[in-house]
């Protein structure tokens, strides 16, 4: 094994426990890091959904036995994430990596801009998510956490705290209803590999030990979930999250405009 295994082993531990704690972080930062080091938006994409396939799969479970799922939200969530998951999927693989990779930043610039806003903004009275707003919410969630390798908390885990919605039930759904965005997601970009209509599909297999990392990280992470979101305080973590994802961001901003 290579350092890069162990590098993106320790990543993915990190940042399943912190999307553990807030409801989000796991895509954007791994996706984050894969960029920083040259990875195509459209590789980074697929190579943290399928990563998110089983550290999902794992962090779902661990809310569920401890009882942080609202299964009516849950069920909302999860037909409109899929479904915005499969379209953003189908925009990434439809256009040139290059064209995308600016707007992909400046995604997740303004991701962790709104990560740090969320650390310092002072917490609603806990309401009922009301269900309008799920749906539209899901598809949206869904397009942008397949579009820029993760957004899937940030948008839904977010908006739905922000506008009142009990923190360990909000987490804990979005956590669950995830498992099958990323499943979705990663199909869509397994159909369009074995179709022929994802071009820039050729070296994705360059980044496997990358992805296996993450998946070893996440996993042996993923089960401390659901105790960690009862016990942990989250501002700490947000304001980190927040500040290493502008970092990174900035830095592949950097990278675009030196050529480096």
């Known amino acids: 094994m290579s350092v890069d295994f162990f590098l993106f082993a320790a990543v993915g531990f990190l940042a399943q426990i912190v999307d553990g704690a807030l409801g989000m972080a796991y895509g954007v930062i791994s996706s984050t890091v894969l960029l920083a080091f040259g990875v195509p938006p459209s590789h980074a994409s697929a190579s943290v959904h399928a990563a ?23 069920w909302r969530l999860v037909p409109a994430g899929v479904l915005g998951g499969c379209i953003g999927a189908y925009v990434l693989t439809s256009v040139d990596g290059d064209v995308l990779r600016p707007f992909v930043t400046a995604y997740l610039t303004v991701m962790g801009l709104y990560i740090l806003y969320r650390a310092f903004r002072q917490r609603r009275k806990t309401v009922e998510p009301h269900g309008a707003v799920v749906a539209p919410l899901g598809v949206a969630g869904g397009f942008v956490d397949a579009v820029g390798g993760g957004g899937w908390g940030p948008v839904v885990t977010s908006t ?29 970009f397994l159909i369009a590999l074995l179709t022929g209509n994802w071009r820039e599909a050729g070296g994705i297999l360059d980044h496997a030990e990358a992805v296996a990392g993450l998946i ?7 089960p401390i979930a659901g105790f960690v979101v009862r016990h942990v305080k989250t501002q700490v973590l947000m304001v980190v999250v927040g500040v290493l994802v502008i970092g990174l961001a900035g830095y592949q901003t950097w990278q675009l405009f030196t050529g480096a």
Request: proline share 2%; aromatic share 10%.
């Open 160 to 188: 739905l705290i922000g506008t009142g919605g009990a923190p360990r039930y909000v987490i804990g759904s979005v956590n669950a209803a995830e498992f099958f965005v990323a499943t979705a997601v990663s199909a869509s």
């Open 216 to 222: 070893v990280g996440g996993l042996l992470a993923a």
């Open 52 to 74: 998110e396939m089983f550290t999902t799969g794992a962090s779902a479970a661990s809310h569920i036995g401890h009882r942080n799922v609202d299964w009516n939200l849950f």
